[in-house]
């Protein structure tokens, strides 16, 4: 059942004759509760979905200290010790630290998958690329054909070339991924990422649509591949293209699962069409619905920025008060070691309070908060493509300011993404916007 659990994690395909994940936790915790790998496996899944915190799961926080005191308690090898703490730093925001700990176990054992992934995800949290690439790095010529879910490595692998920019070694491994497995969900989103970094409209349109009966059965990263999959008709300037896959796909999968990828990517992917002027009705509240219980985690910055998306979205502003004053109310309390509530003062305020700003057509304000910490952002994790939002908000507050030099911000700006991604019809829109306002000015 550990296996059946692993495999299920790094393919991200809830194996359903197995009952899925939830199942076979539940299978392992009743064929022997003080198997200490056991409690490492649940709690390691339950920590890294980032949608609960010891801090406010008593529940959670109980598992996290049953499984230290079973490891104390019992022989356990050097490597269970370091799984156990690992997670027991990550429990208490030392995300850093509980990275290294992974390390520690990939030297000695670099087809330790349960390490790796969880390095690898932590990583992504922490925005941190070349130590998500080079952790893969380190132990890929370790991982022969012969050893189950050798092929997953690339797709691994290829995720971090991408976000380092190493588009065509990434491409590589992610096809040869798929020539091994077609239904490897997370090459197919690696490829997905190369192609919107490119801005190889065509190629990221054509290759979703070739393949989504290969990947839409991966009911962990479907909704996020969708995700992608629209982001392409949104830079095409098809947005009823974007919001039928939304409505098809999208938010029925995150009312079902209710995932914080999901819902992440829900936010993001409204939010995106409402800066493109776009009316989205009442899609907000059903949103709101699932992130307003989640208004008080401050797991991840990355999060509490999409939360405030659908509070402000629905306009509910009771939900956009208690994110906003129970997230300084935290940060008055000793963060300690806690990695996150570290970048709330100089990243996370900054930009929680724009997106308030903007709601309120204050974009000056706006945008003297965002673009002094916008190179900086990559700490509070996500991908390139994720954190365009950010990108894409900035650029919308400086056109929408009454100040003469963040005007001319917004055509620099501007001039700038035309630079690094060519021919990108949303570039030209924002271009055509930024002509027309401000020949109005």
Same mark, same amino acid.
């Given at each position: 059942?550990?296996?059946? !659990?692993?495999?299920?994690?790094?393919?991200?395909?809830?194996?359903?004759?197995?009952?899925?994940?939830?199942?076979?936790? #539940?299978?392992?915790?009743?064929?022997?509760?003080?198997?200490?790998?056991?409690?490492?496996?649940?709690?390691?899944?339950?920590?890294?979905?980032?949608?609960? $915190?010891? *801090?406010?799961?008593?529940?959670?926080?109980?598992?996290?200290?049953?499984?230290?005191?079973?490891?104390?308690?019992?022989?356990?090898?050097? *490597?269970?010790?370091?799984?156990?703490?690992?997670?027991?730093?990550?429990? $208490?925001?030392?995300?850093?630290?509980?990275?290294?700990?992974?390390?520690?176990? %990939?030297?000695? /054992?670099?087809?330790?998958?349960?390490? %790796?992934?969880?390095?690898?995800?932590?990583?992504?949290? &922490?925005?941190?690329?070349?130590?998500?690439?080079?952790?893969?790095?380190?132990?890929?010529? +370790?991982?022969?054909?012969?050893?189950?879910?050798?092929?997953?490595?690339?797709? &691994?692998?290829?995720?971090?070339?991408?976000?380092?920019?190493?588009?065509?070694?990434?491409?590589?491994?992610?096809?040869?991924?798929?020539?091994?497995?077609?239904?490897?969900?997370?090459?197919?989103?690696?490829?997905? +990422?190369?192609?919107?970094?490119?801005?190889? &409209?065509?190629?990221?349109?054509?290759?979703?649509?070739? !393949?989504?009966?290969?990947?839409?059965? @991966?009911?962990?990263?479907?909704?996020?591949?969708?995700? +992608?999959?629209?982001?392409?008709?949104?830079?095409?300037?098809?947005?009823?293209?974007?919001?039928?896959?939304?409505?098809? +796909?999208?938010?029925?999968?995150?009312?079902?699962?209710?995932?914080?990828?999901?819902?992440?990517?829900?936010? $993001?992917?409204?939010?995106?069409?409402? %800066?493109?002027?776009?009316?989205?009705?009442?899609?907000?509240?059903?949103?709101?619905?699932?992130?307003?219980?989640?208004?008080?985690?401050?797991?991840?910055?990355?999060?509490?920025?999409?939360?405030?998306?659908?509070?402000?979205?629905?306009?509910?502003?009771?939900? !956009?008060?208690?994110?906003?004053?129970?997230?300084?109310?935290?940060?008055?309390?000793?963060?300690?070691?806690?990695?996150?509530?570290?970048?709330?003062?100089?990243?996370?305020?900054?930009?929680?309070?724009?997106?308030?700003?903007?709601?309120?057509?204050?974009?000056?304000?706006?945008?003297?908060? &965002?673009?002094?910490?916008?190179?900086?952002?990559?700490?509070?994790?996500?991908?390139?493509?994720?954190?365009?939002?950010?990108?894409?908000?900035?650029? /919308?507050?400086?056109?929408?300011?009454? @100040?003469?030099?963040?005007?001319?911000?917004?055509?620099?700006?501007?001039?700038?993404?035309?630079?690094?991604?060519?021919? #990108?019809? %949303?570039?030209?829109?924002?271009?055509?916007?930024?002509?027309?306002?401000?020949?109005?000015?």
């Amino acid at each position: 059942m550990f296996d059946a !659990t692993l495999t299920q994690y790094a393919t991200w395909k809830n194996d359903q004759s197995l009952g899925g994940i939830e199942g076979c936790l #539940s299978k392992l915790k009743a064929a022997d509760p003080n198997f200490i790998m056991g409690h490492v496996i649940t709690n390691g899944l339950n920590l890294i979905g980032t949608g609960s $915190s010891v *801090r406010l799961d008593k529940e959670l926080d109980s598992a996290v200290k049953t499984m230290v005191a079973l490891s104390q308690s019992q022989p356990v090898t050097e *490597r269970e010790k370091l799984h156990v703490s690992a997670l027991e730093l990550f429990a $208490s925001g030392q995300l850093p630290k509980a990275c290294d700990t992974w390390e520690q176990i %990939l030297q000695n /054992h670099p087809t330790d998958l349960l390490a %790796l992934k969880l390095a690898h995800d932590t990583y992504f949290y &922490l925005g941190q690329q070349t130590q998500m690439r080079d952790s893969v790095a380190r132990v890929y010529s +370790h991982w022969t054909p012969d050893i189950p879910l050798s092929s997953y490595l690339k797709g &691994l692998y290829a995720f971090g070339l991408v976000e380092t920019n190493f588009y065509d070694r990434a491409e590589k491994l992610a096809y040869e991924a798929l020539a091994i497995n077609q239904t490897d969900a997370w090459s197919v989103h690696a490829i997905a +990422h190369i192609n919107e970094m490119r801005g190889d &409209l065509k190629s990221g349109l054509a290759f979703m649509k070739q !393949t989504e009966n290969n990947w839409k059965g @991966s009911d962990m990263l479907a909704c996020h591949n969708y995700w +992608h999959w629209a982001l392409n008709f949104i830079e095409k300037g098809d947005y009823e293209a974007a919001l039928t896959i939304y409505d098809a +796909h999208i938010a029925p999968r995150c009312q079902l699962n209710g995932s914080m990828l999901d819902v992440v990517d829900n936010c $993001s992917m409204l939010y995106r069409l409402q %800066l493109e002027g776009v009316k989205v009705g009442d899609r907000w509240k059903a949103v709101n619905q699932l992130t307003r219980k989640h208004a008080k985690d401050h797991t991840l910055i990355f999060n509490d920025a999409h939360i405030l998306m659908a509070s402000l979205g629905a306009q509910d502003q009771q939900t !956009t008060q208690e994110l906003l004053k129970s997230l300084q109310e935290l940060c008055c309390v000793a963060p300690g070691e806690d990695h996150e509530l570290s970048l709330v003062p100089k990243l996370g305020l900054p930009l929680l309070q724009a997106f308030v700003e903007f709601e309120t057509n204050n974009y000056d304000k706006a945008v003297e908060l &965002l673009y002094p910490v916008r190179y900086q952002l990559v700490e509070i994790g996500g991908s390139d493509a994720q954190r365009d939002v950010f990108a894409q908000f900035l650029i /919308h507050a400086a056109l929408n300011c009454k @100040s003469k030099a963040n005007q001319k911000l917004a055509r620099c700006l501007l001039m700038e993404r035309d630079e690094l991604k060519p021919d #990108s019809p %949303l570039t030209e829109r924002l271009i055509r916007k930024a002509t027309a306002i401000h020949a109005l000015g």
